[in-house]
């Protein structure tokens, strides 16, 4: 599930869980790491949705498990892979195993340590991130010329300054249009995403093969944002009214 942030892939997990009434357990994945290094591993992340099941193994077994900030374990573009990464790619490899199905052994307490078996086969598992940079490498796949910022680095950087730090307001209204522009080809180009553009993202192949789905989000617009402010049960305009 792609988007950016305040798109709302975490609420669509959230009313998910909640429409089909099974636990959900949410992880950032900029906090794990690879077994036997500091920070939490693969297995503490279904630890957390057996919790959050109260302890009952058949309910979790069947629950969903909501991977946030997946795009931080991408391998850097460029660099070597003779140092061990163990919060990137030592990440993606050890979850290759939980999405495709297997039985993780989790310990009940620390007091009894006993044991806890439960197998992942039929856990649901969102993977979520922004992707900020992925609109560019689909752009040139596609042999498109990127609209924003991006492009105008270079020979138009001075003129962009100028055009920042002047006050007035048609400079102003056009830089706002240009991010507009930006917004609307960027939604359109992730209508193409493909698994090779993830894997050059930074994604290894066997981990974008297990995420079969892809979804890309819209960015939230101005229209939408007033929607969101008004037209909920509990919107905060109305709440703010009464």
């Not at 042999?143 to 680095?153: C, D, L, M, P, T």
């Amino acid at each position: 599930m792609l988007g950016p942030t305040g798109s709302g892939k975490t609420l669509l997990a959230e009313t998910l869980a909640q429409y089909l009434d099974v636990p959900m357990a949410i992880c950032d994945c900029t906090s794990l790491t690879q077994a036997g290094y500091v920070g939490d591993d693969i297995e503490t992340v279904i630890q957390r949705l057996v919790q959050n099941a109260d302890n009952d193994i058949q309910r979790a077994e069947k629950g969903i498990v909501f991977l946030d900030e997946v795009d931080k374990l991408s391998v850097a573009r460029g660099t070597t892979r003779r140092q061990r990464d163990v919060s990137g790619e030592g990440v993606q490899q050890g979850l290759l195993k939980v999405l495709e199905g297997s039985n993780v052994t989790l310990p009940d307490d620390k007091r009894s340590r006993k044991e806890q078996v439960v197998n992942t086969s039929n856990i649901l598992f969102i993977a979520s991130g922004a992707f900020s940079d992925l609109a560019n490498i689909i752009a040139v796949r596609k042999e498109q010329k990127v609209i924003g910022f991006s492009a105008k680095a270079g020979a138009d950087s001075g003129k962009l300054s100028s055009s920042l730090a002047s006050s007035d307001d048609a400079g102003q209204s056009k830089t706002l249009d240009e991010k507009e522009k930006e917004r609307i080809r960027n939604d359109e180009l992730l209508k193409d995403m493909s698994a090779a553009d993830l894997i050059k993202f930074g994604l290894i192949p066997e981990f974008v093969g297990r995420l079969p789905i892809n979804v890309a989000l819209h960015s939230l617009d101005e229209d939408a944002l007033v929607r969101v402010l008004t037209e909920p049960r509990h919107a905060l305009v109305s709440q703010y009214r009464k």
